[in-house]
């Protein structure tokens, strides 16, 4: 009796969420197929490219005030505009955003890296 309408919902969600991974599949082909992840994203290559950093402290795991080290725990945030990732909404079924791996984008060559050393007080 209840069968009919749950097994109807559940079709319509499958086709309404197959025509949307439709446009999304067809906009990361369209964005991608010549896309080079190793090319810094400016439109000229003696243009400076404007990369947001930010660091967020997440939490505080140890604190050795003998030695005076602290061990944390961060969240990095990069964000700048890649001209080449742009699209018209209005083609690819009103997607606004994708995410992509990192592997597939270029990213900026940043490196944290954690430093002790003594400090003589000679």
């Known amino acids: 009796m209840y069968k009919a309408p749950i097994l109807?919902?559940?079709l319509q969600c499958l086709i309404q969420g197959s025509l949307a991974g439709e446009h999304e599949v067809?906009?990361?082909?369209?964005?991608?197929?010549?896309y080079n992840a190793?090319?810094?994203?400016?439109?000229?290559?003696?243009?400076?490219?404007?990369?947001?950093f930010q660091v967020t402290l997440r939490?505080?795991?140890?604190v050795d005030e003998k030695n005076q080290m602290i061990n944390t725990n961060l969240?990095?945030?990069?964000?700048?505009?890649?001209?080449k990732l742009v699209w018209n909404v209005s083609e690819y079924g009103n997607i606004n955003e994708i995410r992509l791996p990192q592997k597939l984008i270029w990213k900026p060559d940043i490196l944290m890296?954690?430093?002790y050393y003594k400090i003589n007080s000679a």
């Open 113 to 115: 890296y954690n430093r």
């Open 75 to 83: 969240w990095l945030d990069y964000r700048w505009n890649d001209y």
């Open 8 to 10: 109807l919902t559940v």
């Open 59 to 62: 939490s505080i795991i140890d």
């Open 38 to 52: 190793y090319e810094r994203p400016a439109k000229n290559d003696n243009d400076p490219l404007k990369v947001e």
């Open 26 to 34: 067809r906009l990361i082909n369209d964005l991608l197929a010549k």
